[in-house]
């Protein structure tokens, strides 16, 4: 489930090789390995639904299973077979025992697909508040794979759900949501969790199973990015000032060198800037599309913003670590000026559409940087989006995420690189084991909360690390 920023793509070249020559030592035939942002050119691949069809075709015939994996999984390849063979003779005795038992005649074959299953310990934002207390779902990072027959009841299904027009509008929890699509109410195959799809590389290591699969933890790509390298711009309103930024500025902005304070009035105590848009209840497509209007032109005239690459849009209520960011920005080097890059949590709209190999790609949806978690965007990105004639907001409380950084993005021909690292949610609205392998750069809102523990808990640490350094530099720079 590679992307094609390089990042991405250095991953997911090295695990199809890794898997290749693993294959060759053991002297088996060579595994069939797709790279999505190569094979797959839809905006919706990552979903996995919109392929299915197109997977079926390739592989329906000659494949007992097919495997998914994001670039940072890594395989056992040798334990992986083993596994997959035991839950397919699991799955045949369960056949053959439904044959000799009458009562069960009428059972229909559902397929089965493992994978490392997380619950939702209550209704989610996330999850649109759907709650099924019996829908499990992968955690995508360990991988999970699907039997042939699950593949073909699933292609059959995808295309009869296309021309239904009951498509869901929106993308946002993949894993989810291609769970919640399969499991059809019960009617379909509940996902077969396995200890074998580890969500770390030791996780199993004194224990039978091993790990056939597991995520990378996040290691840094070479040294981190310089805090005066890094533009914070923080959307705010006249209402919120006493209590959310307060937070801000008591936590992550005090390791931030460049920070700048948007709002609907002027407050000198802040302060805070006033760029002459109105607050809106929802939307702020004009007040975002004005913060980088602003922010590219102080780059252009403010010399002391010459060394700036990366310009941070975040909510007054995102909870973030600058260290983490730093970090994160390490394996997007942006030696290539002239190349935009888009940073964050992406969601989708209407790109559930399945691959059609007669439609051009432009029939589909697009996918955008939501805005909760913080989206970095680099200079070029910046420039793009605040000069083109295509980034129009259709009115000033359109949301923000979907038209400047979706539907403008997509027009521009600019991708969104998805990190798992940025959240849209509070961390209570994650089950504890999807957060494990992962590497929180933010989470977003302070609804029944407290903001500055979340702070202390996830990221003060990280952020006390490059306290030193600010020694040397000058702190909250006003433009």
């Known amino acids: ?9 250095e991953q997911a070249h090295f695990l199809k090789d890794d898997i290749l020559l693993q294959a060759q030592k053991a002297k088996q035939s060579p595994p069939i390995v797709h790279l999505f942002h190569e094979d797959f050119l839809h905006p919706g691949a990552w979903t996995i639904l919109p392929i299915i069809t197109k997977l079926h075709t390739l592989h329906g015939g ?5 495997l998914f994996l994001e670039s940072r999984t890594r395989v056992n390849l040798p334990v992986l077979l083993e596994e997959l063979s035991a839950v397919g003779e699991e799955s045949r005795l369960e056949a053959s025992r439904s044959k000799r038992s009458k009562k069960s005649k009428r059972k229909v074959e559902r397929g089965k697909w493992v994978g490392h299953a997380l619950h939702d310990r209550e209704p989610t934002i996330i999850h649109h508040f759907q709650s099924d207390g019996r829908l499990s779902y992968p955690h995508f990072s360990a991988g999970f794979a699907m039997d042939r027959i699950l593949l073909h009841i699933l292609s059959d299904r995808v295309e009869d759900w296309a021309s239904s027009g009951e498509v869901s509008d929106f993308s946002i929890d993949a894993a989810h949501e291609l769970a919640s699509f399969i499991w059809n109410s019960g009617q379909g195959a509940p996902l077969t969790h396995s200890r074998a ?8 290591k004194t224990e039978i199973p091993r790990c056939a699969t597991w995520p990378l933890p996040f290691e840094p790509c070479g040294e981190p990015e310089s805090p005066d390298a890094v533009y914070f711009a923080v959307k705010t309103c006249s209402k919120f000032h006493a209590a959310r930024l307060s ?19 002027e407050d000198p105590a802040i302060p805070s800037i006033n760029l002459g848009i109105p607050n809106t209840e929802h939307g702020h497509c004009a007040k975002t599309k004005a913060i980088l209007q602003h922010v590219s032109e102080e780059m252009k005239k403010n010399e002391r913003l010459k060394n700036i690459k990366w310009v941070v849009l975040v909510d007054d209520d995102t909870i973030l670590s600058v260290a983490r960011l730093l970090s994160l920005l390490s394996c997007f080097p942006n030696k290539d000026k002239t190349t935009p890059i888009v940073l964050g949590e992406r969601y989708g709209y209407r790109v559930s559409e399945p691959m059609e190999e007669e439609f051009p790609s432009y029939s589909y949806g697009y996918n955008y940087a939501t805005g909760g978690g913080g989206v970095v965007l680099n200079r070029e990105a910046v420039r793009l989006l605040s000069e083109s004639d295509v980034c129009v907001c259709p009115a000033p409380d359109a949301p923000d995420d979907m038209v400047l950084l979706g539907v403008c993005l997509s027009r521009l021909g600019i991708s969104v690189t998805h990190s798992p690292s940025f959240h849209q949610a509070r961390p209570l609205d994650y089950p504890a084991k999807y957060l494990k392998p992962q590497h929180p750069v933010s989470f977003h809102k302070h609804w029944m909360i407290d903001p500055v523990h979340v702070y202390r808990e996830w990221f003060a640490a990280s952020d006390q690390e490059i306290k030193m350094e600010k020694s040397t530099i000058p702190v909250h720079h006003e433009l």
């Open 1 to 9: 489930m590679s992307q094609g920023d390089t990042y991405n793509a």
């Open 62 to 66: 000659n494949s007992s299973w097919v």
């Open 197 to 204: 799809f580890c969500l770390t590389m030791d996780q199993n």
């Open 247 to 265: 937070v801000v500025k008591r936590t992550w902005a005090r390791y931030s060198v460049h920070i700048n304070y948007f709002s609907d009035t």
